[in-house]
């Protein structure tokens, strides 16, 4: 059975981007969540098998205090990708203990590499 993957992006291009990575890794993916609410929101509807988190989002609450209210609630995998290389803020991701934090300048099949093993 093909795993569904949650995507919680704010920008929508990227967003459209990885959606599209998703399908031809051969998961299938949530709707795209651009907030912390709609991500929340998702996990409850959606039932997703992991979720892409961006560290980075617009609003109240970054990926990572998303990540954290997730993870009190389900116990789903979560891969960080993002575009900082700040210490304190990739420190307080790994604190949340994801699965990997993936560099958003990577290679998308880093992407799939990683849900792959989760998968495995």
Do not use: H, W
């Not at 981007?17 to 998703?22: A, P």
């Not at 609410?37 to 989002?57: C, F």
């Not at 990926?63 to 304190?88: S, V």
């Amino acid at each position: 059975m093909k795993k569904k993957i949650l995507i919680v992006e704010d920008e929508i291009l990227i967003g459209m981007m990885l959606t599209e990575n998703i399908k031809d890794f051969g998961f299938i993916p949530c709707e795209v969540a651009t907030s912390a609410e709609e991500a929340l929101e998702a996990v409850k509807t959606e039932l997703p098998d992991a979720i892409l988190m961006d560290i980075s989002l617009s609003g109240n609450m970054d990926g990572i205090e998303t990540a954290k209210r997730i993870k009190q609630k389900k116990d789903i995998p979560i891969l960080f990708f993002t575009g900082y290389q700040d210490t304190q803020l990739l420190e307080r991701a790994a604190a949340t203990n994801p699965f990997a934090i993936l560099d958003k300048l990577g290679p998308p099949e880093a992407i799939k590499e990683a849900l792959d093993e989760i998968f495995s």
